[in-house]
């Protein structure tokens, strides 16, 4: 089987559209980062590719923060996402600070074919960070079309989160991070095959967000939605385990995962 085979994924858009709408107002509030204060745009910078004249495209951009951190350090800084409250909140906050040479598209990144966008070896940079957009073989290979000269791609593996997944075993689900922790070795088999030289970097990161009770019980219920149907009861079984560990109304989650980061020059 050749790894165009191996390496799928069933992504179902209008679930994670629904998740990503119903967490969209956590990141249209999230602090653009400086360049040098975000370990993963400071890699981009050292790699000397944010030129004046580059045009970058972010793939999975959701709110736009790494769109509108990179847009005055290159000609044009392009997002895009499946989400459309995501953005929605990146054109209103590039409208707030001035930056006009920002854009976002709202499109679905596993269906959308490059030739109608005509975005074939468009973009000088093209990274996903962090995103479910760029999940398998098809995904990938079409973030590897659309560069001129550098790629950037950065994951989550080996990524438990601790309150959901407790609150997923009250139904019998249980997390299944297999595929995602495949992505990497997948991504590398592609890019050697193809005679990339990838650059590899990973390192271990802990994490404490919290969401309101609400916004808890609608994440996890979209990603129990993504693992199979889910009754009425197992909604309301779901959302009870929640409410008897929330505190003043808030959930703190506890995430440990091993960030995974690849570079690799375009051919």
Known sequence: MDLKELWKTEFQPEIHRQMWDSAAQDYVNKPIPTLEGHSFLKQMQQKGVLQKDACVLDIGCGAGTLTLALAPYVKQAVGCDLSEKMIAGARSRAAELGITNASFYCLDWHSQSLESLSWEKKFD????????????????????RCARKACFFRANTRRHDGVLSQALAQIGIRQDNAQKDATIAYAFAYLWEKGYEPNIQYHKELWHPVKTLDAQIAWTLSRARLCRDITPEEERVIADYLRTISEHGTITETITTTIVTMDWLAL
């Open 125 to 144: 940079v093209v990274f996903a960070h962090q995103t479910p957009a760029v999940s398998d073989y098809d995904t990938f290979d079409k973030m590897v």
